[in-house]
Antibody, heavy 119, light 106 residues
Framework: EVQLVESGGGLVQPGGSLRLSCAAS????????MSWVRQAPGKGLEWVAN????????YYVDSVKGRFTISRDNAKNSLYLQMNSLRAEDTAVYYC????????????WGQGTLVTVSS | SYELTQPPSVSVSPGQTARITCSGD??????VCWYQQKPGQSPVLVIY???KRPSGIPERFSGSNSGNTATLTISGTQAMDEADYYC?????????FGGGTKLTVL
């Protein structure tokens, strides 16, 4: 059974940093692109970033470029999102999701972790 | 940047057919996915590559995509289908979601 479990969310002040993790199990992690998607309270879904199987390619939504970094550790079956210079508008539930290809469906999603940016 | 537009809400009576549209420039030239999200839950993929259903998704869910519009169709809508639905496509290596449509089953 495919499982994605996010962790690392919490309350952080504007300008602060946070690192999210996603532990993957039930599939061969290093065979899949992975994504982060976020959802602000009461709002829609927003794709944040994705990363190739070997971390050789990474893509970001414009609003997080230069502030967020996606990475992975295939030996640990883990996906990460380093978030720096956080802003109030980054407040959201952050989901990790498995891509079925570089530009394919997000077939499995974790339960999400809440990030709140507030003073 | 690329944009996908969905109606904010759609209402349907139980047993009837619900259609949710998603519009974008030359969308028919891209593959579209649809996700269902119920309150307090994570999104679930219900349609990929315009019209394919993942295993476990009921046959009443179908999709199409042509021109500038993709459509998610739910035939014989059930109360359990009440949820938010999001379309999604890829543009220049980045994913784009529509704003979401709240489906109400009256």
């Amino acid at each position: 059974e495919v499982q994605l479990v996010e962790s690392g969310g919490g309350l952080v002040q504007p300008g602060g940093s946070l690192r999210l993790s996603c532990a993957a199990s039930g599939f061969t992690f290093n065979n899949y692109w992975m994504s982060w998607v976020r959802q602000a309270p009461g709002k829609g879904l927003e794709w944040v970033a994705n990363i190739k199987e070997d971390a050789g390619e990474k893509y970001y939504v414009d609003s997080v470029k230069g502030r967020f970094t996606i990475s992975r550790d295939n030996a640990k079956n883990s996906l990460y999102l380093q978030m720096n210079s956080l802003r109030a508008e980054d407040t959201a539930v952050y989901y990790c999701a498995r891509n079925e290809g570089p530009v394919a469906a997000l077939s499995y999603w974790g339960q999400g972790t809440l990030v709140t940016v507030s003073s | 940047s690329y944009e996908l537009t969905q109606p904010p809400s759609v209402s349907v009576s139980p047993g009837q057919t619900a259609r949710i549209t998603c519009s974008g420039d030359k969308l028919g030239g891209k593959y579209v996915c649809w996700y269902q999200q119920k309150p307090g839950q994570s999104p679930v993929l219900v349609i990929y590559k315009d019209s394919k259903r993942p295993s476990g998704i009921p046959e009443r869910f179908s999709g199409s995509n042509s021109g500038n519009t993709a459509t998610l169709t739910i035939s014989g809508t059930q109360a359990m289908d009440e949820a938010d639905y999001y379309c999604q496509a890829w543009d220049s290596g980045t994913a784009v979601f529509g704003g979401g449509t709240k489906l109400t089953v009256l």
